[in-house]
């Protein structure tokens, strides 16, 4: 029975993985990099299987045990889908509140339906999630922004080394640069590409916000918070067209919508409040430090759970995780990769400074730049504050990566360099 339905489960998601890859028309600046893009996902996945990490291993374990209660007892299989306990003979665990680990383990005994517990196999659908909600976002660039160059989204999202690694696999990263990717794709269709907002596409933006608040709330905050607020910015562009095209309106505009929206979150819930807020970055801070003595980490001298004490250290904060692990801080691979990565950070950036200053930042709308640039100061502050382990820190940042090297490729000066990538 349990091969019956996985056999089924497998040939359904094979037809509408091979049907949606030829939808995707090929009369386009992206048709060369679709099967490119989702072979280096798969092989990046196949790597991350081969090279398990402890999480995914803990992950992939428990789902197991959900999947046995699902296939023994199925009315106990929901009520744990439901609740935050598992309980089955001498297997136990407890989780309380926003748990994006048991969420993902509800997720795999799902997923186990198809691979039999296969671990490779849950690490492929997962990857090929990410994928195609990177592919969304980048098509969704190409309609809506003809002049920016395409080849800065398909680097971002498909070939930025520590991107592709980290979203692909069993880790909570697929799911977040996935959901959030596809997310956005939508959100930038509807007000800048003319697609029309349709009852089917609403659910699933829906769904996918739900899926990204899931994976980690304030993540999925902060980039709600800025897709919110570029909404409202288009519908007073097109009620008062004349006076909302001014940029320091918009600005105004984003802020007051980001401001508000951050007081109406924290009434909602309490652990957005500030003293909780500013209490629950420390204990991670210094609970991650603890364990990170040992490993290039971040140390900031005499961190107190206040806000003034918060954003004392949110300059160092941002650089750090923009820029650390430098070149040379450890021997080990992934810190060698990590750190040829954030050099052309670093390169990027002050082309991106030049261009700025010179008047060729790109095409892009100045209300989606500056939305964007928020989502990633503020992502980079938040991880830099609550992350001191340089390893867990370059995973953490592959959500906000993308975003942020899109950002730093888009300017005239960058775009020369991908010529074969460009929209013309």
Same mark, same amino acid.
């Given at each position: 029975?349990?091969?019956?339905?996985?056999?089924?489960?497998?040939?359904?998601?094979?037809?509408?993985?091979?049907?949606?890859?030829?939808?995707?028309?090929?009369?386009?600046?992206?048709?060369?990099?679709?099967?490119?893009?989702?072979?280096?996902?798969?092989?990046?996945?196949?790597?991350?299987?081969?090279?398990?990490?402890?999480?995914?291993?803990?992950?992939?374990?428990?789902?197991?045990?959900?999947?046995?209660?699902?296939?023994?007892?199925?009315?106990?299989?929901?009520?744990?889908?439901?609740?935050?306990?598992?309980?089955?003979?001498?297997?136990?665990?407890?989780?309380?509140?926003?748990?994006?680990?048991?969420?993902?383990?509800?997720?795999?005994?799902?997923?186990?339906?198809?691979?039999?517990?296969?671990?490779?196999?849950?690490?492929?659908?997962?990857?090929?999630?990410?994928?195609?909600?990177?592919?969304?976002?980048?098509?969704?660039?190409?309609?809506?922004?003809?002049?920016?160059?395409?080849?800065?989204?398909?680097?971002?999202?498909?070939?930025?080394?520590?991107?592709?690694?980290?979203?692909?696999?069993?880790?909570?990263?697929?799911?977040?640069?996935?959901?959030?990717?596809?997310?956005?794709?939508?959100?930038?269709?509807?007000?800048?590409?003319?697609?029309?907002?349709?009852?089917?596409?609403?659910?699933?933006?829906?769904?996918?916000?739900?899926?990204?608040?899931?994976?980690?709330?304030?993540?999925?905050?902060?980039?709600? =918070?800025? @897709?919110?607020?570029? #909404? !409202? +910015?288009? %519908? /007073?562009?097109?009620?008062? $067209?004349? &006076? *909302?095209?001014?940029?320091?309106?918009?600005?105004?505009?984003?802020?007051?919508?980001?401001?508000?929206?951050?007081?109406?979150?924290?009434?909602?819930?309490?652990?957005?409040?500030?003293?909780?807020?500013?209490?629950?970055?420390?204990?991670?801070?210094?609970?991650?430090?603890?364990?990170?003595?040992?490993?290039?980490?971040?140390?900031?001298?005499?961190?107190?759970?206040?806000?003034?004490?918060?954003?004392?250290?949110?300059?160092?904060?941002?650089?750090?995780?923009?820029?650390?692990?430098?070149?040379?801080?450890?021997?080990?691979?992934?810190?060698?990769?990590?750190?040829?990565?954030?050099?052309?950070?670093?390169?990027?950036?002050?082309?991106?400074?030049?261009?700025?200053?010179?008047?060729?930042? =790109?095409? @892009?709308?100045?209300? #989606? !730049? +500056?939305? %964007? /640039?928020?989502?990633?100061? $503020?992502? &980079? *502050?938040?991880?830099?504050?609550?992350?001191?382990?340089?390893?867990?820190?370059?995973?953490?940042?592959?959500?906000?990566?993308?975003?942020?090297?899109?950002?730093?490729?888009?300017?005239?000066?960058?775009?020369?360099?991908?010529?074969?990538?460009?929209?013309?």
């Amino acid at each position: 029975m349990r091969v019956l339905v996985a056999i089924g489960l497998n040939s359904a998601l094979l037809v509408a993985l091979v049907c949606w890859l030829r939808r995707q028309p090929h009369a386009s600046a992206l048709r060369w990099a679709l099967l490119p893009g989702l072979g280096f996902r798969l092989l990046a996945g196949t790597i991350a299987y081969v090279w398990l990490t402890s999480d995914s291993a803990f992950f992939q374990y428990w789902g197991e045990q959900l999947t046995t209660q699902l296939w023994a007892n199925p009315t106990a299989w929901l009520r744990t889908l439901l609740g935050e306990e598992f309980h089955k003979e001498r297997h136990h665990l407890v989780y309380h509140g926003f748990s994006n680990t048991f969420f993902l383990i509800k997720l795999l005994s799902v997923l186990n339906l198809g691979s039999l517990g296969n671990a490779w196999l849950n690490g492929i659908y997962l990857s090929v999630f990410s994928f195609v909600g990177s592919w969304q976002l980048i098509r969704a660039v190409e309609e809506a922004f003809p002049r920016v160059p395409v080849g800065a989204a398909v680097v971002a999202w498909l070939a930025w080394p520590s991107v592709v690694y980290w979203s692909s696999g069993i880790t909570k990263e697929s799911l977040l640069v996935g959901s959030g990717a596809w997310l956005t794709a939508l959100i930038l269709g509807w007000l800048y590409g003319g697609r029309p907002v349709r009852a089917l596409a609403v659910v699933g933006a829906l769904l996918l916000a739900v899926l990204h608040f899931k994976m980690r709330f304030f993540f999925a905050g902060l980039l709600l =918070g800025g @897709l919110i607020s570029l #909404l !409202v +910015v288009r %519908l /007073v562009q097109r009620f008062f $067209a004349g &006076a *909302a095209q001014h940029r320091l309106i918009q600005l105004l505009i984003i802020q007051l919508v980001l401001v508000g929206g951050t007081r109406l979150a924290a009434e909602v819930l309490p652990v957005l409040r500030i003293n909780k807020f500013t209490n629950q970055l420390s204990n991670n801070y210094y609970q991650l430090l603890r364990a990170s003595q040992s490993r290039p980490h971040i140390e900031y001298a005499d961190l107190k759970p206040t806000l003034e004490s918060m954003l004392s250290y949110v300059p160092k904060a941002i650089v750090s995780t923009i820029t650390r692990p430098w070149l040379g801080e450890d021997k080990q691979l992934l810190y060698i990769v990590a750190g040829l990565e954030n050099l052309a950070l670093v390169a990027l950036t002050g082309v991106a400074f030049i261009a700025l200053v010179r008047q060729r930042p =790109g095409y @892009l709308p100045f209300a #989606l !730049v +500056v939305v %964007l /640039v928020l989502y990633c100061l $503020a992502l &980079a *502050a938040l991880l830099g504050l609550s992350t001191p382990n340089l390893g867990t820190l370059n995973r953490y940042r592959a959500v906000l990566l993308p975003y942020l090297v899109f950002l730093l490729l888009q300017n005239e000066y960058v775009a020369r360099w991908l010529p074969r990538l460009s929209n013309k």
